[in-house]
């Protein structure tokens, strides 16, 4: 039989006679050609299985469609100046009626109480000690940082330095022995001339 005569998809398929089947394995394992085809129909085929089925759109739908508007929230929320110039919009008016609609809570003086009781000066005093305290407390606890960041620093240098210290210690000592290596070296140069 010729290439020609076989259908390599309705075989793949499972379309072809199982009284077919034999001649059609046997020529596949024969002609690499048919074999390559083969093998191309079964890769496709495995990969289309591999894809999940999706149901077919009933209709073409287009973007001047109705169905592709947004609803009125989706436009309203699209807008976000428009939302932001609202929102601010309410909050002052929020603002404006609350202080309309609520009354200062100031208790009202007493015949024997006069605008002149109220010391202008006396108060002036107890905010300037007031101040003047809290300055003192934040300028203490700068100072107390100041001396911890400061120790931090001389126990890290004197930890450096010694550091330091021994490393210079152990070179100065490698270049000893090798001075002492080298002079002992030449010493045996010359007693061997």
């Known amino acids: 039989m010729s290439c020609t005569n076989f259908d390599w998809k309705a075989y793949i398929l499972e379309e072809v006679p199982r009284t077919e089947l034999p001649s059609y394995q046997q020529h596949a394992a024969q002609c690499e050609e048919c074999s390559l085809e083969l093998a191309g129909l079964r890769l496709t085929r495995d990969s289309l299985l591999t894809v999940r089925d999706e149901e077919v759109p009933r209709r ?44 200062p809570a100031v208790a009202p003086m007493t015949p024997t109480q006069t605008s002149a009781a109220v010391d202008a000066a006396l108060i002036d005093k107890l905010v300037s000690e007031r101040v003047e ?18 120790e931090a620093a001389n126990k890290r240098y004197a930890e450096e330095r010694k550091a330091d210290l021994a490393n210079a210690s152990a070179n100065y000592e490698m270049v000893l022995k090798q ?14 001339q």
């Open 179 to 192: 001075v002492a290596l080298s002079y002992k070296n030449e010493n045996r140069m010359v007693v061997g």
């Open 60 to 103: 073409i739908a287009f973007v001047s469609d109705k169905v592709f508007e947004p609803n009125w929230w989706q436009r309203l929320w699209a807008s976000g100046t428009k939302v932001g110039f609202a929102a601010a919009a309410m909050l002052a008016g929020a603002i404006v009626v609350h202080g309309f609609a609520t009354k």
């Open 133 to 150: 305290k809290v300055v003192a407390q934040i300028e203490q606890r700068q100072a107390e940082k100041t001396m911890q960041v400061l």
